[in-house]
């Protein structure tokens, strides 16, 4: 059993009805105690009263101070407190109601009780889900109003106490699934350096990582005494069980990935992807501005503002013909258009356009093949030849049947690469952060070009991975142990 987890209660007699675990812990023994260490604890706090200068509200405030998690902390208890008000979208809205109509409600309101995200009511999952990441308190009664569009009309904290028999049954299954640690973990296991959450997509197309890689990075994480599990989207509502987060799905800034990184790195978790770096890396527009401010050679650009048009010919003259237009926040060849006339322009813009007000244009550049530096804390870590698929100018060939083909992939020894391709790989990554980057460069006339920065680069087993064999998933690994510690 772990220490690292405190279950705080005002009575310990609320417990009775669970198992017993000596990760109890009374509000007013917690105020108490001198807990301010180098282990970061996870404090689930159940008390019964969060009122403002209550033990509850204390135990919250205090917890953030000592530097550990809490549940829930000082702001979710002030807008339970205010009742700040949250509106569901049109899709979760739906679902409400198709619940209400299945269920044949007739009541002017209802209620829905929720444990660290979940609910016994089958169908409502998402929306427990949704209400938790906006209110993560460990129980959540609420309130809906059936006849003004399934909205929400109250939210308040729900005492350990007020629970039924069933609903204790619920409560502990869940608490149970949230923090196996609390009584699952056989008391002779080995206690894990700490606790590493992959967030991956079973069903992505592209991934940053196949399924070997993925299996290397568990195998790896058990040799060096590391728990790592795979999680999923689904799994939001556990993620502060972890001290580390690392993004294996294709992050963007208006999808739940970002979302997941912001969340884990307010919480003191060690982040890859960082929210800092998907915010600088998955945008195109801001890496040509960066390139152009901090002198960093890359191919000739301009760009294209949707409320101020402009011809073929007008952009051909500055960047010459044909040139390629990119949406700001695609990846892995997707949004790329190859213009060479007016038509091929105006067919492009008008997709482009609906996604972003503001597209990038570049110089064509054709070479046989792409460089790619793999990049950890200012290191390099793996160096690959990505070479453009058959009889086509991208890496990634996508037919129009769906099918897509990529060219082939030759990794390096660090030692064999230009060693300008090197430093000029490692300025640009230095200027987003310390985190794990790939840059991708061209070689033009001699002169080392930077394509762009990606925040998400491709681990394959079999690729990147060539050169250094497990020694790659060790680094990662590695670094995350080290930020872990400097959390900690």
């Known amino acids: 059993m772990y220490n690292n987890v405190l279950i705080l209660l005002d009575n310990l007699d609320d417990w009775k009805p669970y198992y017993d675990t000596n990760s109890v812990m009374s509000v007013s023994n917690y105020l108490q105690a001198q807990l301010i260490g180098k282990e970061r604890k996870l404090v689930i706090n159940l008390s019964n009263d969060y009122n403002y200068n209550s033990e509850g509200y204390y135990c919250s405030l205090l917890a953030q101070t000592r530097g550990h998690q809490v549940l829930p902390d000082i702001e979710t208890i002030n807008k339970l407190k205010i009742g700040s008000f949250i509106r569901m979208p049109a899709s979760l809205q739906k679902v409400c109601y198709q619940w209400i109509q299945s269920q044949n409600i007739q009541t002017e309101t209802w ?123 689904e799994d939001i509502t556990r993620l502060m069980e972890f001290d580390a987060l690392f993004i294996r799905t294709t992050t963007s800034l208006n999808n739940y990935t970002f979302h997941w990184s912001q969340t884990a790195r307010q919480n003191g978790l060690a982040v890859i992807d960082d929210p800092v770096s998907i915010i600088r890396c998955t945008n195109k527009v801001y890496l040509n501005e960066l390139f152009y401010k901090e002198h960093i050679p890359a191919p000739k650009s301009t760009l294209l503002f949707k409320s101020k048009p402009k011809t073929f010919d007008e952009i051909a003259e500055i960047l010459g013909s044909p040139f390629i237009l990119k949406i700001p926040d695609g990846s892995f060849s997707i949004g790329m258009y190859k ?61 129009k049947s769906g099918i897509s083909r990529c060219g082939i992939v030759e990794t390096l020894p660090i030692y064999k690469v230009p060693r300008k391709i090197i430093d000029t790989a490692l300025k640009a990554a230095n200027l987003i952060g310390k985190g794990l980057y790939g840059i991708d460069l061209k070689i033009v006339d001699e002169k080392v070009l930077v394509i762009e920065i990606n925040d998400n680069p491709s681990i394959d087993h079999g690729c990147e991975d060539i050169v250094l064999g497990d020694e790659l998933y060790y680094r990662i690994l590695n670094h995350f142990e080290r930020e872990v510690d400097k959390n900690r």
């Not at 070997?212 to 728990?227: G, S, T, V």
């Not at 213009?339 to 482009?352: F, H, T, V, Y």
């Not at 110089?363 to 790619?372: K, L, Q, S």
């Open 339 to 399: 213009i060479e006339n007016q038509k091929a322009l105006d067919d492009a813009l008008n997709l482009l356009y609906v996604h972003s007000s503001i597209i990038l244009a570049q110089a064509f550049i054709p070479t046989e093949f792409d460089w790619r530096v793999g990049v950890l804390n200012g290191e390099p870590i793996y160096v690959c030849k990505y070479y453009m698929a058959k009889n086509h100018w991208q890496i990634y060939h996508h037919y």
């Open 111 to 233: 209620t829905l009780n929720i444990y660290f995200g979940k609910c016994a009511e089958v169908g409502l999952e998402r929306i427990a889900r949704f209400i938790f990441e906006n209110f993560p308190c460990p129980i959540l009664n609420v309130t809906f109003n059936t006849h003004s569009r399934n909205q929400i009309e109250n939210i308040q904290a729900l005492g350990i106490n007020m629970l039924n028999e069933s609903e204790q049954d619920c409560f502990a299954t869940v608490l149970d699934a949230f923090n196996k640690k609390i009584w699952r973990i056989p008391r002779s296991s080995k206690p894990a350096r700490y606790n590493l959450a992959i967030l991956y997509d079973p069903e992505e197309k592209f991934p940053p990582s196949n399924k070997q890689a993925m299996n290397k990075f568990l195998e790896i994480a058990k040799k060096m005494d590391i728990r790592a599990e795979l999680v999923t989207e």
